[in-house]
Nanobody, 124 residues
Framework: QVQLVESGGGLVPAGGSLRLSCADVGRTFSSYVRGWFRQAPGKEREFVAAISWSGGSTDYADSVKGRFTISRDHAKNTVYLQMNSLKAADTAVYYC?????????????????WGQGTQVTVSS
């Protein structure tokens, strides 16, 4: 079964750090753009970060710039989201996704494959 599997979520105090991982299962998405999105209770799913297939280009939501870093390891078929200086407003379910697109799409509907999500809770 082809899927993306997230891990690394949890409960962390404000100001803390977490690293999320997203592993390719069943096939590799090495030529795909990869993204991270999040959805807080009662809110729409929103873009967090994206990385090109080569890893040479990245983009971030304004709300996480300077605090979050997206990266990918082709040898491990895994994409990461390093989250530092976490705030209560970062509390959400985080999803990784893969897109067979040119550029770095910010729209969730441009993404073709999705993980099941991992919960991140930041206590204030």
């Amino acid at each position: 079964q082809v899927q993306l599997v997230e891990s690394g979520g949890g409960l962390v105090p404000a100001g803390g750090s977490l690293r999320l991982s997203c592993a390719d299962v069943g096939r590799t998405f090495s030529s795909y753009v990869r993204g991270w999105f999040r959805q807080a209770p009662g809110k729409e799913r929103e873009f967090v970060a994206a990385i090109s297939w080569s890893g040479g280009s990245t983009d971030y939501a304004d709300s996480v710039k300077g605090r979050f870093t997206i990266s990918r390891d082709h040898a491990k078929n895994t994409v990461y989201l390093q989250m530092n200086s976490l705030k209560a407003a970062d509390t959400a379910v985080y999803y990784c996704a893969a897109a067979a697109r040119v550029g770095l799409p910010l729209d969730q509907y441009e993404y073709d494959y999705w993980g099941q999500g991992t919960q991140v809770t930041v206590s204030s």
